[in-house]
């Protein structure tokens, strides 16, 4: 972590209310430049629902979420995609019909120019720009992601891991400068969690992206993690290092409820080594 | 798997038609469709630009409801627009065809986008009837502006007048509608080849999602139903060339369920789809009809036996698609495609 440097979002005092159901009760954490910050928490605590603050589809009741210091709250989601807000989805959001390289190419949308002229002649422009994306998806994201072997296939006859994999493609795709995972692992067999760690690894180093994620696999997070925001009934109750914050007593009641706390300690400790 | 097919550039590998035998069929395929007003009867040439009148609506609608997923039933009313603007430029403005063409395009996608507003709060059988409302109220229009449609008594249309040339019989208008037809499908491929194409598909498949991925929903789903309105609006305005006579008549509600079937026949979200299926919905009820012919004179009142059951046999024909082929004709055309590229071995 480096203290010296802007973070690269910040959310600040974030309040959301389903009438009267309080999902989120003004939430403040920072995503410093170039870490990966982990959120993690119960069901139910509101981490999905911080994700869907910060790409645009609540509108919290209240608070901020400065995106490079700048506010984001009245930007309308694509807006915030096109500032390099990427982010992947819990129950995996790719489009059936499309082929895997369609599904990929499309997250390249917003910083396209093609207009609909140059789309019906294909001539120009649109030539131009379809032939640079393709360049670069197949040197740079597929090739990165080991899925060559699949680019042609319909997304709709792929395993769940391998859906993950292209989703994480789709929004590389994006130009991201921040990315945000919901539960990149989850419903994954070590080795896919292993290779998606890998990705998720690279990204932060080769890329240079910075990574929030929304993961219940503490193996994981203690592997990879940098930074780790811990929320219950839509509050932070501790954040900090991952060594940290799984010593905190706070975070492994809200976990086990009560009762046992050296035991869950221990559990803590053994998955992390 | 097809073999023998490696590309050495990105850009052969997403050409239209990426190989050599493609290419060679397609150069077969015009050359046949110019040759064929020289070798075919009126009847034929009639029909055939009858069809392809059809396939430019047809793929419109199948942009905004197969490909974009707004199920929209005022394609026939759409047509009606352009078929007026044609009407009217020529009986009352007197300017020339092709530019009367593209302004009656214009202006039904104007319509159009103004129709699909709904269409960002509402989807499915509810857009569906959101258009079919807007549909009855152009209707009205058509029969009630009098200043410009005439009323009820419609309007004469002149024929066609290209670079002084007269267009009256279907011989001459088919080298004005089929070419425009190519390029209208054309331009459709093209389209799912870029930004905007995958755009409407994610609108499709996952709108919510297709927002977070950057893409503004209003302004796409507007886009959609502006283009498949200018096809519909350059297909009504040949029709008004064709017929040579528009009257509220001419585009009768159930119009826009015969697109609607066309494009589910043919094959939703195809491009071949639209072109298959406008060719079926169009020639399937006169190939029954010949064959009626055929039949009455080994039966004694085969006209009046016949008639009714190829209208029965006709609605069997669009159940059993729904049933037996869902994707359409388009897919029983890939699955063809794919038995001779593999044979002799299977799938």
Redesign the interface.
Known sequence: MDGTERPVLEVNGLSLAFGGLKVLNDVSFAVPQGSVTAIIGPNGAGKTSIFNCISGFYRPKAGHILFEGEDIGPFHPPRRAALGLARTFQNIALFRGMTVLDNIKLGRHAHMKTSLLDALCYFGRARREEMELRREVEEKIIDFLEIDHIRNKPVASLSYGLRKRVELARALAMKPKILMLDEPVAGMNREETEDMARFILDVKEEWGVTILMVEHDMGLIMDISDHVVVLNFGQVIAAGKPAEVTANPDVIRAYLGSGDVEALRREFRGEAA | MRIGTAKQT??A??ALFDTNVQRAWMGLFIALCVAFPFMASEYWLYMACLVAIHVISVTGLNIVTGFTGLVSLGQAAFMGVGAYAVAYAETKLGTPALLNLLAAGLLTAAVGALVGIPSLRVKGLYLAIATIASSIILHFIFANWDSVTNGVKGVSVPPARIFGVELGRPFALYFLILPLAFLSVL??A??F???????F??I???D?????????LLRYKL?SFA?ASFYAGVAGGLWAYFFRVVTPESFPFVYSIFFLAAIIVGGM?SILGSILGAVFMTMVPEVLKIGVGVASPLLSDAVAVLSPVRTIVFGILIIGFLVFEPHGLAEIWSRIRRFFHLWPFKT
């Open positions: 990105y850009a590998d997403e331009g459709a093209n389209l080849r870029t930004r905007i194409g995958r755009a598909i994610a499709r498949d996952r919510i999602s297709a927002e977070v991925l950057g893409i503004p886009m283009l979200g």
